[in-house]
């Protein structure tokens, strides 16, 4: 398997109220549980940020300028259960200010035999680099596509380990929920399929994680 799903998320730009999205809050108006329903709270002891409320096959965050939806197994099905989430929110709260709605599908390319590309990142600046000492910590470009009435910011990057990136954000940007709410509704299956056809005819690399078939 030489695609490695990594660090998936849906996340929701906004002015979100915290005194409301408690963890009980989160469970009674996202994930519409039983009031008093047990659930797993997780709690960072060495940084200040909100907890987390972990439920089923789902992660969720509510900050003040953001709430963030994460689906545990990283499998399409399981991101389209977190978009529902995230429009959950908001038809819960729809008094709540809103910026964007961004949905990320990151993978590490694991198989060796997929080698970067030296049109992707060029060894020639690097070696000028290197004669006059300087160490490269990190590679990495981006591209940003118009796709289904929003954007895709797609990034890459070789880090220090050889550890090739691809990153890919799916946004729509909108102070309107409606507009928001609609977009969510994209079927995953075309999230899917883009990111197919931009690693078999871009990068020229099989789409063989099976889990996503």
């Given at each position: 398997?030489?695609?490695?799903?990594?660090?998936?998320?849906?996340?929701?730009?906004?002015?979100?109220?915290?005194?409301?999205?408690?963890?009980?809050?989160?469970?009674?108006?996202?994930?519409?549980?039983?009031?008093?329903?047990?659930?797993?709270?997780?709690?960072?002891?060495?940084?200040?940020?909100?907890?987390?409320?972990?439920?089923?096959?789902?992660?969720?965050?509510?900050?003040?300028?953001?709430?963030?939806?994460?689906?545990?197994?990283?499998?399409?099905?399981?991101?389209?259960?977190?978009?529902?989430?995230?429009?959950?929110?908001?038809?819960?709260?729809?008094?709540?200010?809103?910026?964007?709605?961004?949905?990320?599908?990151?993978?590490v390319?694991?198989?060796?035999?997929?080698?970067?590309?030296?049109?992707?990142?060029?060894?020639?600046?690097?070696?000028?680099?290197s004669?006059?000492?300087?160490?490269?910590?990190?590679?990495?470009?981006?591209?940003?596509?118009s796709?289904?009435?929003?954007?895709?910011?797609i990034s890459?990057?070789?880090?220090?380990?050889?550890?090739?990136?691809?990153?890919?954000?799916?946004?729509?940007k909108?102070?309107?929920?409606?507009?928001?709410?609609?977009?969510?509704?994209?079927?995953?299956?075309?999230?899917?399929?883009?990111?197919?056809?931009?690693?078999?005819?871009?990068?020229?690399?099989?789409?063989t994680?099976?889990?996503?078939?």
């Open positions: 398997m030489p695609l490695k799903p990594v660090d998936w998320s849906v996340i929701v730009l906004g002015s979100w109220n915290r005194a409301i999205l408690t963890p009980a809050g989160i469970g009674l108006r996202i994930l519409e549980v039983p009031e008093g329903t047990p659930l797993e709270v997780l709690i960072a002891v060495d940084a200040i940020a909100p907890p987390k409320v972990s439920h089923d096959d789902t992660i969720i965050t509510a900050h003040s300028s953001r709430l963030t939806v994460e689906p545990k197994d990283l499998y399409y099905p399981n991101l389209d259960k977190a978009r529902g989430l995230a429009s959950k929110a908001l038809n819960a709260l729809p008094e709540t200010p809103v910026r964007a709605v961004g949905v990320n599908v990151n993978y390319i694991e198989d060796e035999e997929c080698a970067v590309s030296d049109e992707i990142f060029s060894k020639e600046l690097d070696n000028r680099l004669d006059i000492a300087l160490e490269i910590k990190n590679w990495d470009f981006g591209r940003t596509i796709w289904e009435d929003g954007l895709v910011n890459e990057s070789l880090d220090e380990n050889g550890e090739h990136h691809v990153n890919f954000n799916f946004e729509r909108s102070n309107n929920q409606a507009d928001l709410l609609e977009w969510l509704k994209i079927p995953i299956s075309n999230v899917e399929q883009f990111v197919k056809s931009y690693f078999e005819n871009i990068l020229e690399i099989p789409f994680d099976k889990r996503h078939e």
